[in-house]
């Protein structure tokens, strides 16, 4: 008697898009079936293995690189594959949602990269899914054209040599996509994100002299960078290409990851391309892990947390220092700013910053760096040119100098800045702010001149919750309590409503978002991520 045939994935709840065959058809479906089949269960118990050294954190207050690994940190032969001559060249890269006018204007920016964004500037609707995945799959047969219906405006690509190489981030491994099941049970929206644009563009990226690209997102340990790599070597032994094509950059925004930078590496060594320092997430990943572990562990307000802050200054040179021991691409952070079409003096000031910021990251030795809106990338290119030239990166810097110990990536009270009444007061604008238009679908959005997206929404929260239960004393002299939370929540709910008027506010979902961001930030049991219970009320 034959075996029965496998079971297939079922689109479940989702209204029909325009054109969704062509992303959706039956091989892709069945491809991304059988890495759900094969990855899931490993999946699940990496991130019960999360919730089991958050809980030896919350008992020790402390981490350490690990013993078990001290190996391959001695161990000075290995290194990971050389990069292929589209991703040699990273110097300015632009992040953003795949959208189609953003699709276009990305690629046409002038920066060297874009990243493809799938996971904190994209709300996770099915359209977003399904329609960014389209958008891409369009891009690289140049049918990506684009009309805006409000301004008439046309939007086509440049010359292929001119568009930037895309490296697509998928959702984190914590995020199920509830539209896709098998056996009624969701598939892991990084592998229908991976899988879905890894089966229609791998061949065609080849053809055109790139390959797929990848950042991955929310990393905690090694063990979950060698599950990727597993996923890897089976997709590209099933479609039948190359195995090292795919290349994967990995992005230290969890403060364990911070420890197993060299061990991350390892894992994916063959298809490693570099690791990327995520701050907006590092720092939400420190008060996740940390909250409970007293005063020294108390952040100050976000914006104060500078990348020259000693404990995140020891993070970025320790990340360059093992990216380029072992030949791997260093990329910098975010330059989140916005630029103001009203306010010339506004921009001064900010651009002023950006490149301070971009100088630093490219004298310390990084080989590229991250912007948000296309007219940075002239600033960062600026830096970087002065620093490379004509060199693609600067690995040959090994940065021998630094010695980063343990502690050092723990010293949160080494800086000196506190909390203050106008860091709560911006924390609940900008929580409410994203939170409202991420669940009207959009994942990365403008607040006070700077591109919000899930991160610092995260950070925005945690920062509430942490300073409620350390009782933590503003500048002010008031104690952060959760009345004085729904205090501020509530006096800026009457001022975005004053603003807009009770009808446009009436048709947005700002009570909703107040309701969700004061849930987060004030019940007691600490969500691990916002947009999981975010996801339950995402219409879509």
């Given at each position: ?126 359209e ?41 981030r ?45 950042y ?38 969890t ?48 914006n ?11 993070y ?33 000031v ?15 030795g ?20 002065r ?95 959760a ?8 006096e ?46 995402l219409?879509?």
């Amino acid at each position: 008697m034959s075996a029965p045939a496998p079971s297939s994935l079922a689109v479940v709840d989702a209204e029909p898009l325009p054109r969704q065959q062509e992303v959706l058809t039956d091989a892709a479906l069945a491809f991304v079936a059988e890495l759900h089949r094969r990855f899931t269960p490993r999946r699940d118990e990496l991130l019960a293995r999360r919730a089991e050294r958050r809980a030896e954190i919350a008992r020790t207050s402390t981490l350490d690189f690990l013993p078990e690994t001290a190996a391959i940190r001695a161990d000075d032969s290995w290194r990971v594959a050389p990069a292929p001559p589209a991703l040699d060249d990273r110097r300015v890269e632009i992040t953003g949602p795949t959208d189609r006018k953003m699709t276009i204007n990305a690629l046409n920016s002038g920066a060297r990269v874009w990243l493809a964004d799938f996971e904190d500037a994209s709300a996770p609707t099915w359209e977003n899914v399904v329609l960014g995945q389209l958008n891409l799959m369009d891009a690289y047969t140049r049918r990506v054209d684009f009309t805006d219906e409000r301004t008439g405006k046309s939007y086509a690509l440049r010359p292929d040599a001119e568009l930037a190489t895309v490296v697509m981030r998928p959702r984190g491994w914590h995020l199920d996509e509830r539209h896709l099941r098998l056996d009624g049970t969701p598939v892991p929206g990084a592998l229908v994100d991976f899988g879905l644009y890894f089966f229609h563009n791998a061949q065609r990226l080849l053809d055109i002299g790139k390959g797929p690209y990848f950042y991955l997102p929310k990393t905690e340990s090694h063990l979950e960078a060698r599950l990727w790599n597993d996923v890897f070597v089976f997709a590209q032994d099933h479609i039948g290409i190359p195995q090292g094509t795919i290349r994967a950059t990995v992005l230290i925004e969890t403060i364990t990851a911070a420890y197993e930078m060299e061990e991350i590496l390892y894992e994916l060594r063959d298809h490693a391309s570099g690791l990327n320092a995520g701050r907006w997430d590092y720092l939400f990943s420190i008060v996740k892990n940390f909250r409970d572990g007293g005063p020294r562990f108390v952040l100050p307000d976000r914006n104060a947390v500078t990348m020259t802050a000693p404990f995140m200054r020891a993070y970025t040179e320790l990340l360059v220092r093992t990216c380029h021991k072992r030949g791997a691409h260093a990329i910098g952070g975010m330059a989140a700013f916005i630029p103001s079409r009203r306010d010339p003096e506004v921009n001064k000031v900010a651009f002023e910053k950006v490149r301070a910021d971009k100088d630093r990251e490219a004298h310390d030795g990084f080989d590229g760096s991250w912007v948000a809106h296309p007219d940075l990338v002239p600033i960062a290119m600026e830096s970087f040119d002065r620093v490379l030239g004509d060199r693609p990166h600067q690995k040959d810097r090994l940065r021998e100098d630094v010695d980063v110990k343990a502690a050092d990536l723990l010293a949160v009270d080494s800086l000196d800045a506190k909390p203050t009444y106008a860091g709560l007061v911006n924390a609940v604008q900008v929580g409410i702010r994203y939170i409202e238009a991420w669940l009207r679908g959009l994942g990365a959005v403008a607040i006070f001149n700077l591109m919000e997206d899930a991160a610092t929404a995260e950070i925005s929260r945690s920062q509430i919750w942490q300073w409620i239960n350390a009782g933590v004393v503003l500048d002010n002299g008031e104690t952060v309590t959760a009345d004085l939370a729904r205090r501020v929540a509530a006096e800026e709910l009457a001022s975005i409503r004053a603003d807009l008027g009770d009808e446009a506010f009436a048709s947005g979902n700002w009570q909703q978002a107040h309701d969700l961001l004061l849930k987060v930030a004030l019940d007691e049991d600490y969500a691990d991520f916002l947009t999981l219970p975010a996801y339950e009320q995402l219409k879509g």
